[in-house]
């Protein structure tokens, strides 16, 4: 007997027509068919509970025992700065509460063949994804009032850690403030010119220069590379 007819004899009804909706749906045909029949059948058999048994308090436990070992794991990353996610009994809270947005939604990706097994890969490839702005490049800032201009002094190790080269960020700024004087000094400093002599212009200017985009994906603000254990 083929999965899809012991399913007819075990599954109810309408959960049966159910299935073969989404198999015809799906263009899901012969062995295929039959392996998401065997799953189903698995999974409805899972969920069945004798008569009296006591599914309120079995569901508490289910949820509580994950949900504090959860709680646990969260004190494993203490020490580690990037792991600024919300996990734990927060996160259980969130996902019964079917929040819409949560409040730091994060992404597991997995790298393939050989960008999975060298660690100088893997670092480089995080750094293309984190989102970077001028503010994570530099180490000093100096407002000149008396000619309208602002000094930025890259710092070398943030450019070497995210991979980011200063004419790139001289580029970047060009295409973003066309209307400003932007040049990479010899000395490794960003020089920004302000066609204006109006003071408060310059410090409105100054906070949003700061925060603009130079490389990665917008909104990634931590990336966290790790080995699975199961790898």
Do not use: C, W
Not at 54 to 78: D, K, R, W, Y
Not at 103 to 125: F, H, N, Q
Not at 136 to 147: C, E, F, G, K, R
């Amino acid at each position: 007997m083929d999965d899809l007819k012991r399913a007819e004899q075990v599954l109810p009804k309408r959960l049966y027509e159910k299935l073969l909706d989404r198999l015809k749906k799906h263009n899901i045909k012969g062995k295929l068919a039959n392996k998401v029949a065997r799953e189903v059948i698995k999974e409805y058999e899972r969920a069945q509970q004798t008569p009296g048994e006591a599914v309120g308090v079995v569901t508490a436990q289910s949820i509580g025992e994950p949900g504090t070992q959860m709680t646990l794991n969260v004190f494993h990353f203490a020490g580690v700065a990037e792991m600024n996610v919300t996990i734990g009994l927060p996160r259980v809270i969130e996902v019964l509460d079917a929040r819409r947005t949560p409040s730091t939604p994060s992404m597991t990706i997995y790298l393939k063949g050989e960008y999975a097994k060298d660690e100088k890969k893997v670092r480089k490839i995080a750094a293309e994804l984190i989102e970077v702005k001028l503010k994570d490049l530099i180490s000093d800032t100096v407002m000149d009032l008396l000619n309208m201009r602002l000094l930025f002094t890259l710092d070398k190790g943030a450019l070497r850690n995210y991979n980011v080269k200063p004419k790139q960020v001289e580029e970047m700024l060009k295409k973003v403030y066309k209307n400003a004087d932007v040049k990479l000094l010899k000395d490794g400093k960003i020089r920004i010119k302000l066609k204006t002599e109006d003071i408060g212009e310059m410090y409105k200017f100054k906070s949003k220069v700061l925060d603009t985009y130079i490389k990665g994906v917008p909104g990634i603000t931590h990336v966290l590379p790790i080995r699975d254990k199961k790898e």
